[in-house]
């Protein structure tokens, strides 16, 4: 019983006879890593299914343990933070934002953003367009360029409604647009991921791309939210 | 290299594609079981289409392990939301797109 594992079900175990009965969100489930921060009950079906998996892969010498920590390492400090910087690219560089526009995955490469298995769409805002993204059938995000989808962007709440009263949607979040602006929704339910290009505010001329990256919000990138202009 | 890094655009090709950007199509309406990535209520909806994407495996045959093989074309349809939704509170401008594979897609004439 050296595995360190063991005792991680061992204490859900424990829970468990307390009855303590925790509703999981399975979506919230997907980090393999036993310390989770909703560890507060039983393990749910697939988080133990995951578990063993992961056992079994690194009992093979097919991974290691510190290659899982990595990749939650890069999900959390590293892929949120890549859309801002392409769009921040894709202010200050025309010709990058066209080739962004025909091409996202391409684009990405160009600056070094290599996406793994993302096939990515990026859809511009203009004065006349406003673009929101949902995956009605399930979570679907381009987590390569922003990391974990946020719970809201998974909860049926938002991927129920977004599709039949966006602009209501886009009210709750502070987003008032004008009847004369086009909202245009793009379901993410199949191969395709997608991010949102967002008005470069004003009053930003001159600005560098380090300084315009502070400007941007993952949810502007979702467009639920615009970026707005400094004080 | 991985398969992943090889992949270099986010489009495929797909020479024997059915539609063009611009036609009109409409979605069937069928309730197969199984995994469908056609949502339910853009069944018999009226589009046109936006992109194409390029031929990939069929999720529908991949989700029961299959190879998902014949590839299948995947298109972008653009639909009015008015005429998705009859009590769509919005202008007659906006619009919902979405990802439709071929064998989903009718012709209209």
């Known amino acids: 019983m050296s595995n360190p594992h063991h005792d991680y079900y061992a204490r859900s175990h424990h829970d468990h006879e307390h ?5 999981h969100d399975h979506d919230d489930h997907k980090h393999p890593n036993p310390a989770n921060e909703h560890d507060n009950g039983p393990p749910g079906e697939y988080e133990i299914m995951s578990r063993a998996m992961q056992e079994l892969l690194e009992a093979k010498g097919i991974i290691k343990a510190e290659q899982i920590t990595k990749r939650m390492e890069q999900f959390d400090e590293e892929f949120p933070y890549r859309g801002a910087q392409v769009v921040a690219r894709a202010w200050v560089d025309p010709a990058f934002k066209q080739r962004l526009l025909t091409d996202g995955r391409a684009a990405c490469a160009e600056m070094g953003t290599m996406l793994e298995a993302e096939r990515l769409i990026a859809v511009e805002n203009t004065p006349d367009v406003h673009n929101m993204i949902v995956c009605t059938l399930c979570s679907c995000y381009p987590r390569g360029l922003l990391g974990m989808p946020p719970t809201w962007y998974k909860s049926r709440n938002y991927r129920s409604r977004v599709v039949f009263e966006p602009r209501a949607v886009l009210r709750e979040f502070g987003t008032v647009l004008p009847e004369n602006v086009t909202v245009r929704v ?13 008005m470069r505010p004003a009053r930003t001329e001159g600005w560098s791309e380090e300084r315009l990256v502070g400007l941007i919000s993952r949810d502007m990138l979702v467009g639920v939210t615009v970026p707005k202009a400094p004080e | 290299m ?3 890094e090889s992949l270099k655009s986010t489009y495929t090709p797909a020479p024997a594609h059915r539609y063009n950007v611009g036609d009109k199509v409409k979605v069937k309406v069928t309730f197969p079981p199984g995994h469908r990535r056609t949502p339910q209520y853009i069944r018999g909806k009226q589009g046109v289409i936006e992109r194409i994407c390029g031929a990939y495996p069929n999720p529908e045959e991949l989700a ?3 190879d998902g ?9 653009r639909f009015p939301q008015q005429h998705v939704w009859a009590n769509y509170a919005g202008p007659a401008n906006d619009i919902i797109e979405m990802e439709i594979y071929e064998h989903w897609l009718d012709p209209v004439r």
């Open chain 2, 69 to 77: 093989l014949p590839l299948k074309v995947l298109y972008r349809v």
């Open chain 1, 19 to 23: 009855g303590h009965d925790h509703a």
């Open chain 2, 2 to 4: 991985n398969s992943a």
């Open chain 1, 186 to 198: 793009h379901d993410s339910n199949a191969d395709m991921r997608y991010l949102v290009v967002p």
């Open chain 2, 64 to 66: 029961y392990g299959f």
